[in-house]
């Protein structure tokens, strides 16, 4: 019997009871109608208690031992399929490798329980992370960008939500008021509760949504992981400006949208928050307003669509490298031109396309303004 089919069988059996029971204390004395129905009580909170239990337990197998993550992690393969030899399966490793140092230097439990990650054969723009760690990458995730200091971001939200158990507590909400927690503590053990978690999490990925502060968490932990390990913190909100271009700015426009429900925030709200957070790196220096990238209040430059990128996207890579430059006290050397190379100190800067201007008339107008 599948398991949705049984749930729903238990449910009714213990609702068509408690029916009777309530039912049938009407015909009897007083006393005895309050013992009938007090005895109910005690055995649902009972059944309850037992049901909660073994939920827990369940709930512990899959987020917390190696058995339960690589079960996890074979049903998603099983799945999504995997890729074999993808050409992103190097930046992958990188990208995870890099991010796992950088959050093991303050979260040395990182290790005690390493990611299990594999590239998936979806074709949206998604990626996941579940309980115990495991992880999931779409291919699609590579159409949209092959970037690695956007993959990066979009891999550090998710190790965000692992490292702070966001799909473990979301989960637990969502599964205790599925199952209906008395009928199975009193009429299933703690081998069907397994498979029970194990089909919701197999099937229910995308429904166990994470709140909106825990979003904004992963949001906040993604550009702190990214800049510990090195990446260009611009790309936090460079990765939303090119979500934004190629999707639209509805949350709901696109299937397989990693943060799509619909009381999360919004694309632009993110860009702000990142915008935001460079700005405050850089000493309140350096910014972004609509699509100029700016030093003090007067114009630098305002990037053209190059490389694949647009121009928007560009300025916020412009902006993370002058975050970085004001934070480690580059902005004290003077600005110049190394080829086509805005250099700020040891920092470069932006590598002009044309249309940008040249190098050295940027690094003089920098010198003016920084």
């Not at 949209?144 to 971001?153: F, H, I, T």
Request: hydrophobic share 40%; net charge positive; charged share 20%.
């Amino acid at each position: 019997m599948q398991p949705r089919s049984l749930r729903k069988k238990l449910t009714a059996a213990v609702m068509a009871g408690v029916s009777v029971t309530v039912f049938s204390a009407a015909a009897l004395t007083p006393v005895r109608a309050e013992a009938s129905v007090a005895g109910s009580l005690i055995g649902t909170a009972i059944s309850a208690g037992v049901a909660y239990k073994q939920m827990e337990t369940s709930i512990k197998h899959y987020n917390a031992t190696e058995e339960g993550r690589q079960e996890l992690l074979a049903g998603y393969k099983e799945k999504y399929g995997v890729v074999e030899n993808s050409p992103y399966a190097g930046m992958t490793d990188r990208v995870m490798s890099r991010l796992t140092k950088a959050i093991g230097s303050t979260d040395p439990t990182i290790y005690q329980k390493p990611y299990l990650y594999f590239i998936n054969k979806q074709t949206t723009f998604n990626a996941f992370c579940s309980m115990g760690h495991v992880m999931s990458i779409n291919q699609g995730l590579f159409d949209l960008v092959d970037n690695e200091d956007e993959v990066a971001v979009v891999l550090g939200h998710e190790m965000g939500h692992g490292q702070k158990d966001h799909v473990a507590k979301s989960a637990r909400k969502r599964l205790v008021a599925a199952v209906g927690v008395s009928a199975i503590g009193a009429a299933a053990g703690g081998g069907y509760l397994n498979n029970l978690v194990l089909n919701a999490l197999m099937n229910n990925i995308d429904s166990l949504h994470i709140t909106k502060p825990g979003e904004w968490e992963a949001d906040n932990l993604a550009f702190d992981y990214i800049l510990a390990a090195g990446y260009n913190p611009g790309a936090c909100a460079a990765i939303w400006q090119r979500v934004t271009e190629k999707y639209g700015t509805n949350k709901s426009s696109f299937v397989g949208d990693i943060f799509s429900p619909s009381d999360h925030p919004s694309h632009k709200q993110r860009i702000e928050n990142y915008v935001k957070k460079l700005h405050a790196m850089s000493g309140k220096h350096a910014t972004v307003d609509k699509g100029v990238v700016k030093v003090n209040g007067k114009k630098f430059v305002e990037t053209v669509a190059s490389g694949g990128m647009s121009g928007p996207e560009r300025s916020y890579f412009v902006l993370g490298n002058l975050a970085a430059a004001y934070k480690n006290g580059h902005n004290k050397s003077d600005a110049y031109a190394s080829g086509s190379t805005v250099m700020l100190g040891d920092q470069p800067i932006l590598t002009c396309a044309s249309g940008d201007g040249s190098a050295s008339e940027l690094a003089a107008l920098l010198n003016k303004i920084k």
